[in-house]
């Protein structure tokens, strides 16, 4: 492999790693805010009880999310030196606002979100928990700044082979940012939508911790469900405002060499040098319908008519839109059924319903990350389209270093994505029957319980002054 190829791996290994932990966190900082809310209302123990174990989930991969990121910030520096230098002068202040306005406010509060709760008032638990919320929703709007300039560049000039800021406003707000940044808010709030309802329809099927799990996945699944013709919309008109701009990216989605297909290309397997698809199946005339033409007379177009040198990889293009279009419509599906089984009061036993929103939990994960890959993959060969090759932009690095970096974060990577894995199975065996405030003891009570293992049975002893009181506890 060129050094041009290792170093596009290595980064690429490092966004996907980082971008599974923001497709988690950053809807479930929105998912406690709102249980915390409802605690501090209501004053009803079980959504202290969500809230308390949503923390934890929450704690560890925003943790590991952090990580990740400060990886991706070096790797631009160092693998991608040139990119760094010709783009500092926009790039390197919207990063630094990202730092200012987004880092500062959550590690500013994080602090008392994870360890406030009995030590401060819940008024202050409550706007701590807002401002982490708010913190990663500002994050994620200036990477989509950044990474939208880079899509659609607008509002500079280049000076001496530097890329220098005319109008920051038109930087800022690029042709597909306006749009790409409401449809990321969106699809995280959705994937930790199915990240909590998947975790909670777990609870169900074991029959543990029903209060607690029909609450979780109630809001879970009533958020989808209000959201997923909102994201559809929404992801329509990214469509329409940035491939424009990329009619090589959208060549490639659609999966054909040649014109005057009118049908959609379900599955094919590329064959990027010889410019034809190995296999392919078609759905007839739902290609021209998409583009809003039912008479099945328009035909998709070709990737053809890109010349060979600013062709994007079909196969990963292709591929990842189909990933994303796919899990899109299972979710809008177990949405739309969760809908019609709340209407018929049947959500909370139907069992095969359960069954199935288990392993629907990583499903919105898996869409972001198939977005992410059409959006990147489908700039190519750009890093800023139209603009700087991405061949012109990486470091003149020994190949060796870098093949031993891309197997060593990759290693590292597979270790910590396994470890957070190992931590929300351990989690959920454990469950939210330990986060009932209803069976603990109150803050200024001594301490006297008894140690026991993860997942085992133990007799917990709470000395009160009255006498002695048994709880068990599992």
């Given at each position: ?233 929404l992801g329509d008109n990214v469509a329409g405002h940035e491939l424009p701009y990329q009619l090589s990216k959208l060549e490639a989605m659609e999966g054909n ?218």
């Amino acid at each position: 492999m060129s050094l041009l190829d290792l170093s596009r791996w290595q980064f690429a290994i490092t966004v996907m790693f980082h971008m599974t932990f923001p497709s988690i966190t950053v809807g479930l900082a929105i998912f406690l805010s709102v249980v915390y809310g409802l605690y501090w209302r209501t004053g009803r123990p079980v959504y202290l009880q969500m809230f308390r174990f949503w923390r934890r989930i929450f704690a560890v991969g925003f943790a590991i999310g952090v990580v990740a990121g400060a990886v991706i910030t070096f790797q631009m520096g160092l693998n991608w030196g040139v990119y760094g230098a010709k783009t500092g002068p926009i790039i390197g202040p919207i990063i630094g606002m990202e730092v200012v306005t987004a880092f500062f406010v959550e590690a500013g509060f994080i602090g008392v979100l994870l360890y406030g709760e009995g030590r401060v008032r819940k008024g202050t638990m409550f706007l701590s928990t807002v401002m982490v919320s708010l913190g990663t929703i500002l994050s994620s709007t200036w990477i989509i700044a950044a990474n939208s300039w880079m899509q659609t560049p607008a509002g500079f000039k280049v000076v001496h082979g530097r890329f220098e800021p005319t109008d920051w406003m038109r930087v800022i707000f690029n042709p597909s940012f306006v749009w790409r940044w409401p449809h990321m808010v969106v699809a995280v709030l959705i994937s930790a939508g199915f990240f909590v309802a998947g975790i909670s329809a777990y609870y169900l099927v074991k029959g543990r911790a029903k209060g607690f799990a029909r609450r979780s996945m109630s809001i879970a699944l009533g958020i989808a469900a209000l959201l997923m013709p909102v994201q559809l919309y929404l992801g329509d008109n990214v469509a329409g405002h940035e491939l424009p701009y990329q009619l090589s990216k959208l060549e490639a989605m659609e999966g054909n060499w040649d014109n005057g297909n009118t049908g959609f290309v379900l599955f094919a397997v590329p064959d990027q040098q010889a410019a034809r698809n190995i296999a392919q199946l078609d759905i007839p005339c739902l290609g021209s319908a998409n583009a809003k033409d039912l008479t099945c007379k328009t035909a998709t177009p070709g990737l053809k008519l890109t010349p060979a040198a600013d062709r994007p990889d079909m196969a990963a293009t292709f591929w990842g839109f189909r990933v994303m279009w796919l899990a899109a419509l299972l979710m809008f599906g177990t949405a739309f059924a969760a809908t019609i089984l709340r209407m018929r009061n049947r959500l909370w036993t139907a069992r095969r319903f359960h069954h199935f929103v288990l392993w629907t939990t990583p499903v919105g994960i898996l869409a972001i990350l198939g977005g992410w890959v059409l959006a990147e993959a489908g700039r190519q060969p750009w890093i800023v389209f139209g603009q700087l090759r991405t061949s012109d932009a990486v470091s003149k690095l020994a190949p060796g270093e870098v093949l031993f970096s891309v197997i060593g974060f990759s290693v590292l990577y597979l270790v910590m994505l396994v470890a957070y894995i190992a931590y929300i199975l351990r989690t959920m065996r454990i469950g939210p029957e330990r986060d009932d405030a209803r069976h603990q003891p109150p803050p200024d009570a001594p301490d006297t319980t008894a140690s026991a293992l993860p997942g085992s049975s133990a007799v917990h002893r709470l000395t009160e002054p009255t006498g002695t009181a048994e709880v068990a506890a599992r």
